[in-house]
């Protein structure tokens, strides 16, 4: 290295234990490379360094010229002086140069210096001092002017100009030594094997830089937030429901939950239909071999689905278990009709049916895509996913729905709660969940929840004391609130920025 | 669910005071109804009055109209208790005589008569606004309900309710100046704004229904409009109702609610004059409307059990007269309350609808909390999901980005631009999607990678991405024809090497699943672990590039079958995804590994 400045700066401290300024010792090295050798120092806690600003007076190149050669005027003088017996005006620019001639003679008779006699210049005085050479040799000395009248004069006749000086008042370190030791950034294996580590003096490493990119596989952020989901599900003692199926019947996802035919959300406009396969079979019994469905287990009475589809006939078109129903022909085909489900209750009330084989306490939960024929816009896609819970017991009250949501919503860190009535037609008490977002300073609408009707939940033969609840919400919209995605298509969706994907942090519901 | 718009300060006024929002808010929230808006509209640069805008759950029919939200409000406020609808005896009842033939088009009718009713400019406005909004939401766009209503004074009963050829029906529509037929008005209305979305109900039909009076002036042709000559006006102080429905039970709650609604503005409120239905061929000669409460029984403890609470059937009672309901105690069971269900509550079906409302006049958020206790619940994840979540943490585990592509997606992503045929066989199709982008529920989870791929090329490459998810094939064997199948794929766009490297992550995986390598020169590599093998066998593919693709086969239990393929994309594909670079791909079903 030329000039590694690292030893001299320490051998400059050495003499005493008083600071030096780098201005003062090293007078001619550029403060960067002062700076980088003191960085260096300084990294080892060498020495201790103060940085120091101040402005500085420097001459232009005329003014350099000036201040060795003299002044405009001054060259004026003393061709003026050495012509003797006066000089004729128009030869001066040929002595002393046309730049010269044309500054220094004003300036000359404005001093008196030189007086006009016709066509001649004459000395008015004997000898001058040349007082813009005097200052600007003392400028080039100190750097400085401190009359300020000068220094603006100067300025304007561009003789001299402003800077900023950066200079160092350096101090010895607690771990000053008079020996900068070169240093190694890594340990190896040799000086391992060698045992040279022991003396060798490491470099620290950067800490204010990042480090080399990890490459790293990554969950999408929907799933991450879906799998704290489960967990609380889990943790609550809740089973996965079977929901890997999206085509339903409209008995299945509408018939069955007490969705009377002519509801709006039955129509072409929410709802899609398939129109290939056509036509469905009426609800019956699983397949033996089917590996998805929950096995029935012994001594559980055989399910009778010609009841359960006449039952649902009946509570529709004339009333049955206590309810005077909707009262409208019900029509078979319309049963029969293929959709995409637009809920998964459509599998919640697959599985409270298997119920009713041995009717007995239940928790169930799914988390999974549902499809909507809706106009695609920001807060709106054709699919989403329902986060859904289902539980059934005996003697269960409104008061212990509101309760366990408390608990549920608690462990996503949702302490305010309150329930507005509403309505939906497989469940009554219908209750929507409004939560208290402190972010937002309101109150947001966060789920839907009720007790499953008994129209629906005695149809299939469940035990008029055996009540349901049931909530659900979207899983898009918690996530886009918690992690302020104003558009649901940048979470669902090829359209969906990798570079997100990549970058989402850890979900932790409770926390976040 | 309906939003209605309602004078702010009419509204204050009925009941009885001025709220600020946030106490109006309130009141709705605990009643069951949402406010929207607390509106200030300017419309043509006038200030209107401020609006309230409400949202009213889907089976309140009787909170359809600024009427319906001031009584029942006041109800729940307890300010007024439901009025006593009466039905006048006239001396000759006024009638409707069904011809057989509208059982071709529009079987039932309904009427009613509401008696020196005085208008003004807001009231009127609702009057029309109700009909709109029952025409829309229960009567299912005019489809299954319409209502005409008539200035009695012009008209003249006995009234006739047929069904013609259009041809032979002639008079002059609302608002308008020329006679026309039924075809001329079809024709006339095709491009209107608001009658055009109805002619269909009955365009095609070989008779339209139509309502005379008793000198055949045509009243109305439901469901599409009235005549000119019996239009109401604010004037109007004798209105006759008539009510033309497919569903007879949405018709008399429809009736219900127009009279119950108005009849507080006929000269002795909440007066209704009955009209008589003649229809003998179907069974259908009645008094129409049918205004008194259904009786119901509750009992004291489904209610008490389910509410958590512990109230007395006198205090029960109480609650349901803020609901608009007349209760008392059983004289004949402790445990039964009678409960007379006013003509205006068409949602109350079932004593749990009489539960939940004895829940909101005692206030939701006022019911004691408790915890459902544990009945020995035990938690279990689906099998299936379970597996994918194995499949899942070991692809990211190796570098991989889960991607969520969408489910549905046009047939050309499914089928042409992966070089693959439809044999009608394998898709579910959709009958009605708004785009073309959803056309299938997808086979595989191919598109789905690749136009993530075709979005995301700001993004470096070489990218590695990849889905466990379903895909669904239509299946005959099924109750709902088709079935779900839990598939993996991945996905590397790169410049070079990709082949490799998507063959390496099969290898990883079947290593996690405890599934060994087998091919025909090296035999059985580690056999003593497991029972589970697979091997690849080169493949012709349409989808990928000749000679760089495998099928995969796996043999578990000593049976073998093919789950899946892998290799380099064909330049067509990628020409049809617009990708740059090649893509090497896997797709595989999981649901052998169950």
New interface residues.
Partial sequence: METDLTNPILDALSASDAPILASKAFPSIPSLKVKSALDRLGSRQMVDWKALEKEIVTLTKEGEEIAANGSHEAKVFAAVVAAMDGLKIADLPNIVGKDNAKVGQGNAFKRGWIKKDKDLLRASTESIVDETQQILIGVQKTKALSDAKALQDLKRRKLVSLAKEHDYEIFKGPKYAREFVKEETDLTPEMIASGSWKTTAFKSKNFNAKGAITPSGTFHPLNKVRQEFRNIFFEMGFEEMPTNRFVETGFWNFDALFVPQQHPARDLQDTFYISDPAVADGPRADAPNDPHCPKSKDGEKPLDYQEYWDNVREVHEHGKFGSIGYRYPWSADESLRLVLRTHTTSISTYMLHKLAANPRPARYFSIDRVFRNEAVDATHLAEFHQIEGVIADFGLTLGGLIGFMEVFFAKMGIHQLRFKPAYNPYTEPSMEIFGYHAGLGKWVEIGNSGMFRPEMLESMGLPKGLRVYGWGLSLERPTMIKYAVSNIRELLGHKVDLNFIESNPAVRLEKD | ?PTISVDKAALFKELGRDYTTEEFDELC????I?LDEDDRPIVDGVQEPPQLKIEI????YDLLCFEGIALMLNIFLGRVSLPEYKLTKPAKMEQIIVKEDTTKIRPYVSGAILRGVKFDQARYESFIALQDKLHQ?LA?ART?VSIGTHDYDTVQGPFTYDAQAPKDIKFTPLNQTQEMNGEELMNFYEKHQQLGKYLHIIRDSPVYPVIYDSKKTVCSLPPIINSDHSKISLNTTNIFIEITAL????LEIVNRMMVTMFSQYTSEPFTIEPVQIVSEHNNETRVTPDIAP?IAQAEVSYIN????LELSPAEICTKLTKMSYRAKPSSTSADIIDVEIPPTRA?V?????I??DV??AYG??S???????????????????KLTDIV?VE??????????????CSHDENFGWLNRKDD?NT?????????TE?QV?RTSLLP?LL??I???K??SVP???FEVS?V?F?D?????????E?HFAAAFYGKSGGFEIVHGLLDRIMAMLKTAFITGEEGLENPAVTDSQYYIKETDDSTYFPGHAGTIHVRIGGKDQVIGSFGVLHPTVLENYELKYPVSALELNV?AF?
Avoid: Y
Wanted: aromatic share 6%.
């Fill in positions: 669910m929230f605990e009643f069951g949402e759950p889907a089976n309140r939401n299912r299954l569903d007879r039970t949405k259904r059990q389910c509410c958590g949602d079906l079932h004593q749990c609808d539960m939940e829940a909101i939701f958020n019911l004691p909390r408790d915890f459902p206790q544990i009945s020995g619940t035990i938690a279990q994840p689906l099998p299936i999901n899942r692809t990211a585990m190796a570098g991989w980005s889960e991607v969520m592509p969408l489910i549905l009608g898709a579910v199709k959709l009958a009605n999607p708004k785009t959803f529920v789905g136009k993530t075709r979005e995301n700001h993004h990218m590695k991405i379903d669904a239509k005959m064997s099924m109750e709902r024809k088709s079935r779900n839990r649901e169950l």
